[in-house]
């Protein structure tokens, strides 16, 4: 087992690797820009190391300030979190050079995975259904019409780099793809670097579901069930949960099945996702793999009793997979809370926390790092804290959620946690009757009545 894990990351996740490594006996090294010095991941871990100024590219995604500080503090492992360089082969690439274990996939996997178009042939190869669409990124805009008669519009051009619904466009008819291919070129070469394009039939009326994956050196994967990510804001989600009210235990198995397969199929290693959006009648098709821990992972932890992180730790460290899949006992949500401003279009609202009450009770925990006092820096996402909620039924766990919601303080700047309790009194979140398109009609119009609770 390691000795000391470096945790290239900042906020909540940190803090969240450094828990469940000082519990497993592993010291920790916290890095952080000048913005970060005053977060609870600086000060719990056993060490801790300024990489540089505020803007990412400085710091947290500055590869030799992090590998430097790994080994100057003598770190035999480097556990990414997720976003910042959780995806970067060559950051893995790198960490195996100076002889520090990546907690995550080889380089070579990463790659695989990581660009969309070959992710896609290689569940392809897998026998995993994938959306009809162009093999490979289109070499122009005449092929990309072409192949949108064959399959039929509507259409999505997709960025080959892309994330975060940047270098995406969806195409109604013939008349409109020269200007979504023309824009999301632009978009994605200005955002990723990289314009390639391929294009898929675009699935309407879709569930974003994703089924949790961990797999170990000797090229054996196991499953935890799903997550339902539908409700989400400009391809950024909102809130998750599990189990899905819109999965049925033949549907569970299906997906469960082939998450297995295309995980196998690499020989895949870590805890991964692999994300598929389901249609109406619950045909299910591979969207994209994330080769690291999710945001959303806490509610799978909550219905299994299950660690990701510290299986994470163990599978890096060599040690084999049970083998067996896991399956949810309870419900469980979580609801992202960011400082935002939801009634004036979620606009990032950063700066000082002045008074902070966080929530318990049975079923209750919240993943943070701010405190009363702290001061949100401008510089990087703005999740501040995830309040994850479980309990026996979906009913009792929406019911839980909207009281920890109202328990839930924090003043001195806006938060989406208003939101958050409207969406919980919404009938059709209720029903479990949401799509992704599910914020196209949602109306914020009496948000003012909800910050007032």
């Known amino acids: 087992m390691f000795e000391k894990i470096l945790i290239a990351n900042r906020g909540e996740i940190a803090l969240r690797i450094i828990r469940t490594c000082r519990e497993m006996g592993i010291k920790t090294v916290a890095v952080y820009s000048t913005a970060d010095r005053e977060s609870l991941h600086v000060r719990f871990a056993d060490e801790a190391v300024c990489i540089g100024p505020p803007p990412s590219n400085k710091s947290y995604l500055s590869i030799p300030n992090i590998i430097a500080a790994a080994e100057i503090t003598n770190a035999d492992a480097i556990h990414p979190g997720y976003g910042f360089l959780s995806e970067n082969a060559e950051f893995s690439r790198i960490c195996e050079e100076y002889n520090i274990k990546f907690i995550g996939p080889t380089p070579e996997m990463i790659n695989k995975m990581g660009d969309k178009a070959s992710a896609k ?3 392809d190869a897998a026998g995993v259904p994938t959306i009809p669409g162009s093999k490979g990124l289109l070499a122009n805009i005449q092929q990309g019409i072409e192949i949108a008669k064959e399959i039929g519009y509507p259409i999505i051009l997709k960025a080959t780099a892309g994330g975060g619904g940047k270098g995406m466009r969806i195409v109604w008819n013939e008349q409109e793809f020269k200007k979504a291919w023309d824009d999301a070129r632009r978009e ?14 675009f699935v309407e009326e879709p569930r974003h579901i994703e089924i949790q994956i961990v797999g170990d050196s000797s090229g054996k994967a196991c499953h ?3 997550r339902d990510c539908s409700v989400q804001r400009r391809h950024q989600k ?5 189990p899905s009210p819109f999965m049925t235990k033949e549907l569970r198995d299906k997906m469960g099945a082939a998450a297995i ?4 199929a690499i020989g895949y290693e870590g805890a991964g996702t692999i994300e598929f959006l389901v249609d109406k009648h619950r045909n299910f098709f591979f969207m994209e793999m994330n080769t690291r821990i999710q945001v959303e992972h806490p509610i799978t932890e909550e219905v299994t009793k299950f660690d990701l992180i510290k299986e994470q730790i163990k599978v890096a460290a060599g040690v084999k997979i049970s083998g067996k899949n896991y399956y949810p006992t309870m419900h469980a949500i979580e609801c992202r809370i960011n400082a935002e401003d939801p009634a004036k279009g979620f606009r990032p609202c950063p700066g000082k926390i002045t008074n902070l009450h966080l929530p318990g009770g049975h079923g209750v925990r919240v993943d943070t790092h701010v405190y009363a006092g702290y001061e949100i820096p401008p510089n990087y996402d703005s999740m501040i804290a995830k309040l994850i909620v479980s309990g026996q039924t979906r009913e009792e766990t929406i019911t839980r959620m909207k009281r920890a919601l109202q328990e839930f303080v924090i003043e001195g ?12 009194d919404d009938p059709k979140f209720k029903e479990g009757d949401f799509t992704t398109a599910f914020m196209n009609d949602f109306d914020l119009s009496d948000i003012e009545e909800y910050i007032q609770m």
């Open 121 to 123: 042939a290689t569940m």
């Open 188 to 201: 994605a070469g200005a955002s990723f670097g990289n314009d390639g394009l391929y294009l898929e039939k």
């Open 224 to 226: 935890l069930s799903e």
């Open 238 to 242: 909102l809130t998750e949960e599990t």
């Open 261 to 264: 397969a295309g995980a196998e």
């Open 413 to 424: 700047i806006k938060t989406t946690i208003p939101f958050h309790i409207k969406l919980m």
